[in-house]
């Protein structure tokens, strides 16, 4: 089952998305650059991420001693992944980013996590860097931010959970 016919009716005949054109921050784009960011991650999900599905959960990360091993797949997925502009989509022009609605990029994200949802498509690393940019320094903002946004580094998280433990 293809998740693009839901995509496109949820943004474009339900929510309106091209509404937002009128807003001066989104005003450079149209359906057709949403359509090609929806196309774009459609495309990277299904040759980059669905083929290794399975793999990813079978073969699970291991530390040799030195460093974390993962299967290769985990590895030219995230590089597509951060190569595609996706870890940046709504982040201003001037930083590197498509200024797209968030709206957009949650719905191309989704392609990621129904292709796998093991290999994952930078939540966490876009979430940090954006909390960064709200809240942080200059230099975190140029030094880790933008390293996050760019696929350099990986942004994480850190629970606790009492009753676990932690």
Same mark, same amino acid.
């Given at each position: 089952m293809s998740l693009r016919p839901t995509v496109d009716f949820l943004?474009? $005949?339900?929510?309106?998305?091209? #509404?937002? @054109? #009128?807003?001066?921050? *989104?005003? $450079?784009? #149209?359906?057709?650059t949403f359509d090609a960011v929806l196309d774009t991650c459609e495309r990277i999900?299904?040759?980059?991420?669905?083929? *290794?599905?399975?793999?990813? $959960?079978?073969q699970e990360p291991h530390f040799d001693g030195e460093k974390v091993i993962l299967p290769q797949a985990t590895h030219d997925a995230y590089k597509a992944y951060a190569e595609s502009g996706m870890l940046s989509a709504a982040q201003d022009y001037e930083i590197g980013g498509m200024q797209l609605p968030y709206t957009v990029e949650a719905a191309a994200n989704a392609f990621f996590a129904m292709a796998s949802v093991s290999i994952g498509s930078g939540m966490l690393t876009s979430g940090n860097a954006n909390l960064l940019m709200v809240h942080g320094t200059d230099l975190q903002? @140029?030094? *880790?931010?933008?390293?996050? *946004? #760019?696929?350099?580094f990986?942004?994480?998280?850190c629970l606790s959970e009492p009753q676990a433990g932690s």
């Open positions: 943004l474009h $005949d339900w929510l309106k998305v091209e #509404s937002l @054109q #009128s807003r001066e921050r *989104f005003a $450079d784009h #149209s359906r057709e999900a299904r040759e980059k991420y669905a083929p *290794f599905n399975r793999l990813v $959960d079978t903002k @140029q030094v *880790f931010a933008a390293n996050e *946004f #760019s696929g350099r990986s942004g994480t998280m």
